[in-house]
Nanobody
Framework: QVQLVESGGGLVQPGGSLRLSCVGSGVPLDAYNIGWFRQAPGKEREGISYSSKSAATANYADSVKGRFTISRDNAKSTVYLQMMSLKLEDTAVYFC??????????????????WGQGTQVTVSS
């Protein structure tokens, strides 16, 4: 099974940018479709972006569309989430998750088999 580790979180001012990384080990990451999720205090985990194994498909939640970009480098077993124009409401713990199956429903946490531990993103002035 794959192990996932996120990094790249931190404190940023509104309007700033961050790039998160999700590194997979144990099994090549190109065997998995990858989702990015986030969870703010007191809220449910929200699916925000998705990349199919080959990167042919990329999906985004409306809340981040046009501001966030998902990409992957399978040779480095890494999936990235470039976040721009960050807002206060983007503050959350960000997780990457992996699944082998395909499907139209990409934003539900129960559709994923493996999870990283998360990285904190705080947007504050």
């Amino acid at each position: 099974q794959v192990q996932l580790v996120e990094s790249g979180g931190g404190l940023v001012q509104p309007g700033g940018s961050l790039r998160l990384s999700c590194v997979g080990s144990g099994v090549p990451l190109d065997a998995y479709n990858i989702g990015w999720f986030r969870q703010a205090p007191g809220k449910e985990r929200e699916g925000i972006s998705y990349s199919s194994k080959s990167a042919a498909t990329a999906n985004y939640a409306d809340s981040v569309k046009g501001r966030f970009t998902i990409s992957r480098d399978n040779a480095k077993s890494t999936v990235y989430l470039q976040m721009m124009s960050l807002k206060l409401e983007d503050t959350a713990v960000y997780f990457c998750a992996a699944r082998t199956k395909f499907g139209r429903i990409w934003s539900r946490p129960d559709q994923y088999d493996y999870w990283g531990q998360g990285t904190q993103v705080t947007v504050s002035s």
